[in-house]
């Protein structure tokens, strides 16, 4: 497992050891003391999502408050998706700057996403499974969310054509308007 840093340090690109041969692939998914060493820090995963969308479905951005904040590692296991995570942390000078990063079932990457980011992502193929684990619970008192296409962040989601998104997701604020960490 190697940790590749993105343009926000914080935020870790995750790339596993991949054995393939002629009958298949085999690589681990997910090592606790491994992955603790590759981000510098020790993690406990509470809870694991998984879900399943068409092409052109945007999901996000989406977050946690304190004191019910999660950290995320993120990755697909069927199709294709862009992948992003924007800082809201006011005291950081990356507040407002994003990463996006390409996820697939064919690279087999992830993307850990620390607390105190927002995060979302667009899908790519005709069918997306997504699977992420969180290290603390839904909180649906703490649940927020950054509208996707904010001028002020300036996401650039490659999308062309139609999007999909929840009611949820097409009124919410401002990154402006919205409440973030500190």
Excluded at 11 to 38: C, N
């Amino acid at each position: 497992m190697k940790a590749i840093d993105t343009a926000i340090p914080d935020v870790k690109l995750i790339e596993p050891a991949v054995f393939s041969d002629d009958r298949g692939f085999f690589f681990e998914s997910f090592s606790k003391a491994k992955f603790d060493t590759a981000i510098g820090r020790c993690v406990d995963f509470v809870q694991d999502n998984h879900s399943r969308s068409g092409r052109g479905v945007l999901r996000g951005l989406h977050y946690q408050l304190p004191p019910h904040a999660q950290a995320k590692l993120v990755r697909v296991v069927v199709g294709e998706v862009y992948d992003v995570a924007v800082d809201i942390r006011k005291s950081s000078p990356t507040f407002g700057q994003w990463v996006g990063v390409l996820l697939s079932a064919e690279n087999k990457r992830q993307l850990w996403i620390p607390e105190g980011f927002a995060h979302g992502f667009l899908t790519l193929s005709d069918d997306v499974e997504f699977l992420y684990k969180t290290t603390n619970y839904y909180s649906p008192e703490s649940d927020r969310g950054i509208r996707w296409s904010d001028p002020q962040i300036a996401i650039d989601w490659g999308a062309s054509g139609a999007l999909t998104l929840s009611p949820k997701d097409q009124r919410q604020p401002l990154l402006a308007d919205a409440e973030t960490f500190a």
